[in-house]
């Protein structure tokens, strides 16, 4: 049988041999924030030609074009559809806030155009299934952006879950978030309804469930009983409460196929600071996560096991890894070669589909006042 620390060595990736002489274009869809850490990714891969922008406020993409020196043959666009339709674009970077998710990328995909899609998903669970439909239609290729996927310690905690060395998952803790925190760096776009749909929830809830849930191979979410709240967003004395519109704060307890609980809470603001690290209790052994802002992409530090040995109750530390890579540069390069080579997306829609559906049913949920049932079709 395998030793419990087989379980901790390196994995090396073998160095890829790539086609440069081909070159994919590109096009991105929402010339914002989080728009620059894809264009500067894109930018390492040699086989990839930033062909086309498009921002739906007039003269962004082009100013976003001459900021980033993306490029002199640039073409620009007034919305999404006006970039697919040129029929430019191979793939498309979607970077939109999240209530234009859906749209974008449905129609993308409807063209025969790849997507990586920025997290969350979308805002609700139908927005979710259809964008799934789409993809199984299109033959195109459809990726969502967690990078924190490519981080060799989120990777490290997946091998262990998925070791078996823990035995039997049955209880998990998650979540966590930021004293003060409400995200509005250039605007108000993650706070607003119409825009965000879905505040801390989303934003960095999906990052918590994702941690845990990609560790355990995404069983199916079967019900839930959710919470929101609002007070910090609300406040009459925090600068943008007038056009606050979404939760600041989220709890839920939820119940996965197979009998595993998922306790999970997450926070933008809170008189707290952390609401808990991370656990995941199984019937050999627990591992306690430190508790992570797992949104910017690893773990809060060294992983702990608690295990049994010789009868004896033992705690196995385990030494954070280094990474000498870039998370996002991974994520975009993975995306790449998904699409060249017409492999499986780095990140499945048919995963983030079941975190949505959590999202979708605390949502629904916490509006109700009471425990809900969460129902996937097929697609
Ligand atoms: N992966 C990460 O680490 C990370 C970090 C920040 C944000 N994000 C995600 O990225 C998304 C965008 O966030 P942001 O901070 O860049 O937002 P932002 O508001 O700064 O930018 C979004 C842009 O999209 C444009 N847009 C909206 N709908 C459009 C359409 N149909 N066609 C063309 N343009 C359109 C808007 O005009 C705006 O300029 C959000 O969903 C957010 O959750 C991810």
New binding site residues.
């Given amino acids: 049988m395998a030793s419990i620390l087989d379980a901790f060595k390196e994995v090396h990736e073998a160095i890829k041999e790539r086609d440069l002489s081909q070159k994919l274009k590109v096009g991105i ?7 620059e ?1 894809h264009v500067k990714s894109y930018q390492k891969c040699p086989d990839v030609e930033i062909v086309a922008l ?4 007039p003269g ?1 993409a082009e100013a976003f074009c001459a900021r980033y020196e993306v490029g002199s043959n640039v073409q620009f ?5 006006a ?1 697919i339709d040129s029929g430019l674009c191979d793939a498309v970077s979607v ?7 859906a ?2 990328t449905i129609y993308a995909l409807e063209h025969g155009v790849s997507v990586l899609l ?3 998903m979308c805002v609700t669970l139908d927005e979710a299934v259809a964008i799934c439909k789409a993809e199984k239609n299109s033959g195109a290729v459809l990726s969502i ?3 924190p996927r490519f981080d060799e310690n989120m990777k490290l905690l997946k091998r262990i879950v998925q070791s078996g060395e823990l035995g039997q998952i049955y209880y998990i803790q998650t979540g966590g978030g930021r004293r003060r925190g409400i ?1 509005t ?3 108000t ?2 706070i607003q309804k119409d ?2 749909g879905i505040g801390a929830l ?2 960095i809830g999906c990052y918590s469930l994702d941690m845990v849930l990609n560790s355990i191979g995404y069983p199916k979410p079967l019900t839930v009983s959710g919470y929101t709240s609002d007070f910090f967003g609300k406040d009459p004395s925090y600068e943008h409460h007038d056009v606050f519109g979404v939760d600041d704060f989220a709890a839920a307890f939820v119940r996965l196929e197979g009998g595993v609980i998922l306790d999970f809470r997450i926070a933008w603001a809170m008189n707290l600071d952390t609401p808990g690290d991370t656990i995941l209790m199984g019937t050999k052994g627990s591992v306690r996560v430190p508790s992570t802002e797992c ?1 910017n992409g690893s773990v809060g530090g060294p992983l702990v096991i608690y295990h049994e040995i010789a009868g004896e109750q033992i705690e196995t530390v385990i030494p954070m890894k280094h990474m000498d890579k870039d998370c ?1 540069d991974l ?1 975009i390069r993975s995306f790449v070669d998904a699409v060249k080579e017409g492999g499986e997306p780095p990140v499945p829609s048919s995963q983030i589909l079941y975190n949505q559906a959590i999202i979708d049913g605390i949502a629904r949920s916490a509006a109700l006042g009471k425990e809900v049932e969460i129902n996937i079709p097929e697609i």
Avoid: R, V
């Fill in positions: 869809i929402g010339t914002g924030w989080i728009a850490a498009a921002d739906l406020i962004k666009f007034p919305d999404h559809k970039l970077c939109t806030y999240n209530a234009t998710h749209q974008c920025e997290k969350p952006g967690f990078q995200p760096p250039f605007g776009s993650f825009t965000a989303g934003d949104w996002f994520k």
